[in-house]
């Protein structure tokens, strides 16, 4: 089946640094990620549509400068968290439809845990 | 925006005991889907339903669709421990969502031996 791999699965990183988290379909081609924040024990709030060839679209209330996405080619994502804070602590979480249909279903990484002292 | 709610939030119940969770939308649906995510894991797809009234069924669990397509829910028949997990619902719209799934608010399962 599709597989979406996700890196790094934690980091640690200090207030005002930045971390890339990268997102990549193993075994089939993805034009479209989309990537969420989760909260403990809470849901999957979508942030942005990653687009391979073009600029991401963004949920209401997501800050494009502080969340940089960057969709470089078929296979992979990325998303650049710039000069964390605290409240940027969360579970991050990529997925990609492996087909262009409408309500295709979502294969997830394995998420990325951000602790930001 | 769109909302999709889920109840109960948690639920406990005694292994073999039978389980549901609800699933509504504040819009109508083009199609639904539901996730299973364990603890510490990532969303797992578990099925896609799409017309109206539709019931699918895989092995002890029984998905259903509502006919106006805004309401959705999940019966598992015979709780086990391996059933345990965060069971998300997950919506596209009818019109305007595009590929854009929202994801319903969840419901925590325990089975309790």
């Known amino acids: 089946g599709a597989v979406v791999s996700q890196h790094p699965s934690r980091v640690i990183c200090k207030s005002g640094t930045s971390v890339k988290i990268e997102c990549r379909s193993l075994d089939f081609q993805a034009t479209t990620m989309f990537w969420y924040r989760q909260f403990p024990k809470q849901s999957l709030m979508l942030m942005a549509t990653s687009n391979e060839g073009s600029k991401a679209t963004y949920e209401q209330g997501v800050e494009k400068d502080k969340f940089l996405i960057n969709h470089a080619s078929l296979t992979l994502s990325t998303l650049t968290v710039t000069s964390a804070h605290p409240e940027d602590s969360s579970f991050y979480i990529c997925?990609?439809?492996?087909?262009?249909?409408?309500?295709?279903?979502?294969?997830f990484g394995n998420g990325t845990r951000l602790t930001v002292t | 925006g769109q909302q999709v709610m889920q109840i109960p939030q948690y639920q406990h119940v005694q292994e073999g005991e039978d389980f549901t969770t609800y699933c509504n939308s504040s819009?109508?649906?083009?199609?639904i889907q539901w996730y299973k995510q364990r603890p510490g894991g990532h969303p797992v797809f578990l099925i896609q339903?799409?017309?109206?009234?539709e019931v699918k069924k895989q092995k002890r669990l029984t998905f259903q669709f509502g006919e106006a397509k805004k309401n959705s829910s999940l019966h598992i028949t015979a709780t086990q421990t391996t059933d345990v997990g965060t069971y998300f619902c997950a919506g596209s719209r009818l019109t305007g969502g595009g590929n854009k799934l929202t994801f319903g608010t969840g419901t925590q399962l325990k089975v309790e031996l």
């Open positions: 339903l799409v017309k109206s009234g």
């Open positions: 819009t109508t649906l083009s199609n």
């Open positions: 997925s990609a439809p492996d087909r262009a249909d409408i309500g295709s279903p979502l294969h």
